[in-house]
């Protein structure tokens, strides 16, 4: 689609971030109870790093070799941590499962927060082709700065579990996801040269 393969490990990183936000969901519709509440918001958190992974991996390896078997095991080791993490997340006692992941929480969002930084230096120390509109090349930055202030929020509600300030980093959260949905579907009417300021 774009010719660019660094690009995959960018659209990777999108599906693992909405796919989060899925489980934000199930721990809001059925997460009543604490194998539940904690499973679902570890598999969030683990997700949401990945996901912020694979797009700050993808402005690093911009002028750099990211070959297909690179990001392939990328993916697979992706999905065996995060097996292997839910796995041992159930099989050890809940209190200590419970204990666990409220301790980590903050550090995951904390490392989200670095990635995003360096995605949004990257972003905006990327020049521009002459042939994109800037308001439409401004989507990605916007974007990011915004799933930036979410994990800043994301933060704080690890430290203090606030439940207002839960729906207001998820509500950040999607705003941030809808201008990077705009700036792909720009991606995909455009020609593959264009793509490459993303």
Same mark, same amino acid.
């Given at each position: 689609m774009t010719q660019l393969s660094f690009l995959i490990a960018f659209f990777l990183g999108f599906l693992l971030l909405e796919s989060s936000f899925t489980f934000v969901l199930i721990n809001r519709l059925?997460?009543?109870?604490?194998?539940?509440?904690?499973? @679902?918001?570890?598999?969030?958190? #683990?997700?949401?790093?990945?996901?912020?992974?694979? #797009?700050?991996?993808? &402005? &690093?390896?911009?002028?750099?070799?990211?070959?297909?078997?690179?990001?392939?095991? &990328?993916?697979?080791? @992706?999905?065996?941590?995060?097996?292997?993490?839910?796995?041992?997340?159930?099989?050890?006692?809940?209190?200590?499962?419970?204990?666990?992941?409220?301790?980590?929480?903050?550090?995951?969002?904390?490392?989200?927060?670095a990635l995003l930084s360096y995605t949004v230096y990257r972003v905006n120390a990327t020049p521009f082709s002459q042939k994109l509109i800037k308001s439409k090349s401004l989507l990605v930055p916007a974007g990011f700065m915004i799933l930036a202030l979410s994990q800043i929020l994301w933060i704080y509600w690890g430290f203090t579990d606030l439940n207002d300030i839960l729906v207001l980093a998820n509500a950040l959260y999607v705003m941030g996801l809808a201008p990077l949905t705009a700036a792909l579907l720009l991606i995909l009417r455009r020609r593959p040269t264009f793509a490459e300021v993303h």
């Open positions: 059925v997460g009543n109870t604490g194998t539940l509440y904690h499973g @679902t918001f570890w598999v969030q958190e #683990m997700l949401q790093t990945a996901a912020f992974a694979f #797009m700050a991996s993808a &402005y &690093y390896f911009k002028n750099k070799e990211l070959t297909n078997t690179r990001i392939a095991t &990328y993916v697979i080791a @992706t999905i065996i941590i995060t097996t292997i993490s839910v796995i041992a997340f159930l099989s050890i006692p809940p209190e200590l499962a419970f204990d666990l992941r409220t301790i980590s929480s903050p550090y995951f969002y904390l490392a989200n927060l």
